[in-house]
């Protein structure tokens, strides 16, 4: 197997110098490949995506051990803007928008680090606007004044402007209708297949992120309890009772009251 684009191994993260947060998590990214993070609120998905970007530091945090190498290089050191010229580009949980400035200028503001002229970075507003028709429609209204689904395009268009060769995507389902959510995802597949750009989400819709992805890894309490193709996930047993909620259910498709007051089994990562 080729070397991956993103090699974390073994990495914690502590918060205020006291709170364990990740405790050991090690995964790899392949290049050109959508990779999920997967589990419940607070298993450590975000907490993650910002060891990798470099973000801990502004919320007072801290990779104490282990390592993290992109293309073999180790960045745990390197800035945020570093990173963004290395390729790597986050969308933070909750959109983010500018509010105040139109969607155009929104995506204008993912710019900002390019060198390579105004004809290239013109040409990747059309090519977001390709993407995104949404929001060429709606280019000179202010963000605020979108929905919540135009503004997650937007969030990731403006990610897309950077030019990056892998985006950290932070639960970019949160807050939208199926639809919508849907449509993202779509928009995710045919970025990943048309430019080849690499994906690292963190998504709490275990069921949408495993029929996107191509890999997953399952936190929980800050570790990584299960990994695998997300084909073979889908089709695990305790992936899919704690999951994707469609385990232990009778022959008509449905749960029945004992599994639901109980369940007959254990998750194996606690036994």
């Not at 998905?45 to 993290?68: D, F, W």
Request: glycine share 10%; aromatic share 6%.
């Amino acid at each position: 197997m080729t070397q991956p684009l993103l090699n974390v191994n073994g990495i914690e993260v502590i918060y205020n110098h006291v709170i364990l947060v990740l405790k050991g998590v090690s995964l790899q990214v392949q290049q050109g490949s959508v990779v999920a993070l997967l589990g419940g609120n607070g298993a450590g998905k975000t907490t993650t995506l910002r060891a990798v970007s470099n973000l801990l530091e502004g919320e007072r945090g801290e990779v104490t051990k282990g390592s993290i190498e992109l293309r073999g290089e180790r960045i745990e050191k390197m800035s945020t803007a570093a990173m963004v010229e290395r390729g790597v580009v986050q969308v933070m949980e909750g959109r983010h928008c500018f509010a105040h400035l139109t969607i155009e200028e929104n995506l204008m503001t993912g710019a900002y680090t390019r060198r390579d002229g105004r004809v290239a970075v013109m040409a990747t507003l059309d090519k977001v606007y390709a993407y995104f028709p949404r929001l060429k429609t709606r280019r000179s209204s202010q963000a605020a004044y979108t929905s919540g689904g135009e503004q997650q395009m937007c969030a990731i268009g403006r990610a897309l402007m950077a030019n990056p060769k892998m985006v950290l995507l932070d639960e970019p389902s949160m807050g939208l209708a199926p639809q919508i959510v849907e449509e993202v995802f779509e928009i995710v597949r045919d970025l990943n297949a048309k430019e080849g750009t690499t994906f690292l989400l963190a998504e709490q819709n275990t069921s949408m992120a495993l029929r996107y992805a191509d890999y997953g890894y399952i936190l929980e309490n800050g570790r990584v309890v299960m990994d695998g193709a997300a084909a073979d996930l889908r089709e695990n047993e305790d992936v899919k009772e704690f999951y994707l909620g469609t385990g232990g259910k009778d022959g008509e498709g449905r749960r029945s009251f004992k599994d639901v007051k109980s369940y007959k089994r254990r998750k194996r990562w606690l036994a």
